[in-house]
Structures are given as C-alpha cells and as structure tokens.
C-alpha cells in the first residue's frame, strides 16, 4: 500500500510542477506594455517588404489586444506606437486601427460599466470640460481624416452596443458636446 501512495504523491507532484511551469511560461510570454514599447521601438518597419510589414503589425495588433483596459491605457498616454504607426502606410494605419480599435473600445466600454456611478460622473465631467475648451477644434485634437472618421465610428458603435442603460444616460451630456464639436468643424 505505501508504494502506491508514494507513486501518487509523485505523480501529484509531476502534475503541479507541469502546471506550475505551464502557468509561469505563459506569464512571462504575456505582453506588457513595457515588452512591447521595446519590441516596437527596435522595430523599423518603414524599410520592409510589404508582407512583413503586415506580419509585424498583425503581430503588435494581437499582443496590444492581450493587455488590459489600463495597460492599452498606459500604452497610449505614453504615446509608445506612435513611432511604429508613422511609418506605416496609409492602407496599413487603416488595417491597424481595423485590428485594435474594437478590442480597445469593448475593454473601455467595460471599464465604464464597472465604474463606481460618481467616479463615472466625475470622468463624465472632466470629459465635458476638456470637450467644452476644444469647442470648434477637433474633438481630442483629431483632424478630420478617415483615420479620425474610423476612430469616431468605432466608439460610437461600442458605446450603443456594449455600454450598459446607465453608462448611457451618464454618458449622454458628452456625446452631445462631442457631436457639437464635431458640428462645428463642418
């Protein structure tokens, strides 16, 4: 009897090193934003053949999608794809932002929905002031390209589908100042 108790002892332990092993390979393989400011800034893919250009995008597309909500955040307050994003073609800015722009409004839009209704409001309002200071500019100091166009169309379309009744009704008084700003550019 106590070889068998020994032998599963063993494999028990077999089975939580594997897992243990898997768990701290799939962490240390996870982007940060960190991993892939480093990753991008040693990138030049303005000197690429076309089809590795669109590999290295997709591939920088698929690891911005992994990080979370503050991540993608930090990401681009610190404006760290700036760089990558300028030298690519026009075509190809439109497929990058094609490629990431659902996935960042879905998380912004959970985040919203999670947030406590007074921090909500607070954002809300300190939103509507920057808003209101840009009236007659480009709302968040966007040009009236197709880029700005396509970054417009995806958050609305995230905002009625993913936000939830009450980020909606709190949310309102800044779509309409938005839409205003967006009015007086034409």
Known sequence: ????ILKAALLLLAVWLVAGGAMWWAKAHKPTPESLAAY???LDVATQPAATRAKEMEKIAKQLNTLTYAQRREVRMNRKLDKFFR????EEQARFLDLTLPEGFKQMMEALNKMDPMKRKQFVNRALKDLQDEDGEAPGRLDQSEHAQRIVEQGLKSFYSEASIATKMDLAPL???FQHNLQGLR
């Not at 009897?1 to 068998?4: D, G, I, S, T, V």
């Not at 030298?87 to 026009?90: C, I, S």
């Open 1 to 4: 009897m106590r070889p068998l």
């Open 40 to 42: 991008v800034e040693k």
């Open 87 to 90: 030298q690519l073609a026009p």
């Open 175 to 177: 779509i309409e100042q």
